[in-house]
Nanobody, 127 residues
Framework: QVRLVESGGSSVQAGGSLRLSCAAS????????VGWFRQAPGKEREAVAT????????VYADSVKGRFTITLNNTDNTLYLQMNSLQSEDTAMYYC????????????????????WGQGTQVTVSS
């Protein structure tokens, strides 16, 4: 059984940083398409950062480029999202997601393409 568990969400001041973690059990992030998504109240879930871990060429939302970084630690099978220069607009529930199959040429940005999801971790940025 696949289980993704996010952690690291918190309340921070604008300009601050957070690192989100996503630990997987029953699933290896290696050689898969994975991503971080977020959903603010009243808004649709959107891709923040997606990547194919076999050949890391991350795709970032324009709103987070230069501020967020998605990385994978293969040793402990944990996906990270480093978030710097946080803004109030970054306030949302953040989810990690993963595709069941191996290989993807271009990591998908639509939530519909992802098979596994964590329960989410809340990030609140106050100005």
């Amino acid at each position: 059984q696949v289980r993704l568990v996010e952690s690291g969400g918190s309340s921070v001041q604008a300009g601050g940083s957070l690192r989100l973690s996503c630990a997987a059990s029953g699933y290896s992030f290696s050689g898969r398409c994975v991503g971080w998504f977020r959903q603010a109240p009243g808004k649709e879930r959107e891709a923040v950062a997606t990547t194919f871990t076999g050949l890391p060429r991350p795709v970032y939302a324009d709103s987070v480029k230069g501020r967020f970084t998605i990385t994978l630690n293969n040793t402990d099978n944990t996906l990270y999202l480093q978030m710097n220069s946080l803004q109030s607009e970054d306030t949302a529930m953040y989810y990690c997601a993963a595709v069941s199959g191996y290989w993807c040429e271009i990591p998908p940005t639509s939530p519909a393409n992802y098979d596994y999801w964590g329960q989410g971790t809340q990030v609140t940025v106050s100005s």
